[in-house]
């Protein structure tokens, strides 16, 4: 089995700028520090965000960053998640159907895709995909790496733009897929793809311009990722504290310096 292999089958241990805790922990006691489940993509907004917390009340979270649809099945297998930031609203609904959270959740963000290439790539990065398109013509494009549309919907939104361009088809065969978009961004950069399509908020970041470009893509190319979040059933009070905090004036601040878009006020 070839490396181009081993990385497409996602089983490939790097995750980008990522310390994953394990849903095999001791489940927290309600006053504990609460373990939060979060979307890979929101690493280095929701940490920012949690030190202000942290700061204003005292009291500290823990995280688990990783896939949103990897997580509602660890949630509904029982484990001590106390809150659930995914990276699309239909993760959280799917949680709210089976029962195992005491309301409907809220959104806090919304996802913007960026167009990324080591600084060593050939590829030239446009709105419109043209230095992609050219990069495939030569023959020059091995490897692209996106996230894994199964179960990530940064890869599920960046197959829709393949698809708006007519590329979709022809790229199949040489796409990587990251298990979640952090580690199809830590691809991208490292020089294991020639690009990839991967999230703003990880692209913005100086470890990642340190060693990569970027563009933002038009939002009019794929669905809107409206980020959401719910409490599950095991949430203590610092976890309901937690998840209003993100509702705050502070944290839509951080979050829009991170590239996102903010949901209207309900």
């Not at 080591?118 to 398109?133: A, I, Q, W, Y």
Request: charged share 15%; glycine share 8%; hydrophobic share 45%.
């Amino acid at each position: 089995m070839n490396m181009s292999q081993l990385l497409k089958r996602g089983l490939v241990a790097v995750v980008l700028f990522a310390t994953v805790i394990s849903a095999s922990l001791v489940p927290a006691r309600a006053d504990d520090i609460p373990v939060v489940a979060a979307a890979s993509n929101i690493k280095f907004a929701i940490e920012d965000i949690a030190k202000a917390f942290t700061a204003e009340t005292g009291k500290q979270i823990r995280f688990s960053f990783g896939s949103s649809g990897n997580f509602v099945a660890q949630i509904k297998n029982g484990a001590p998640f106390q809150l659930f930031l995914s990276a699309d609203e239909h993760y959280v609904d799917a949680l709210v159907k089976s029962g195992m959270t005491p309301n409907a959740g809220v959104d806090y963000a919304v996802g913007k895709l960026a167009l990324v290439a080591n600084n060593g790539s050939p590829l030239s990065l446009d709105p419109e995909l043209k230095g992609l398109k050219a990069l495939m013509a030569q023959g020059k494009l091995s490897r692209f790496a996106i996230a894994n549309p199964a179960h990530a919907p940064y890869g599920e939104r960046a197959i829709q733009v393949l698809k708006k361009f007519d590329l979709y088809q022809q790229i199949e065969p040489n796409l990587i897929y990251g298990e979640n978009v952090s580690q199809a961004g830590q691809f991208a950069i490292s020089g294991s793809t020639q690009g990839g399509i991967v999230a703003l908020s990880l692209a913005v970041v100086p470890q990642f311009k340190a060693r990569a470009r970027y563009i933002e893509l038009p939002t009019d190319l794929y669905a809107p990722i409206v980020q959401k979040m719910v409490l599950t059933n095991k949430a203590g009070e610092t976890a309901k504290a937690f998840y209003q905090f993100i509702l705050s004036p502070q944290a839509r601040t951080i979050f829009k310096h991170y590239g996102f878009g903010l949901p209207e006020k309900k």
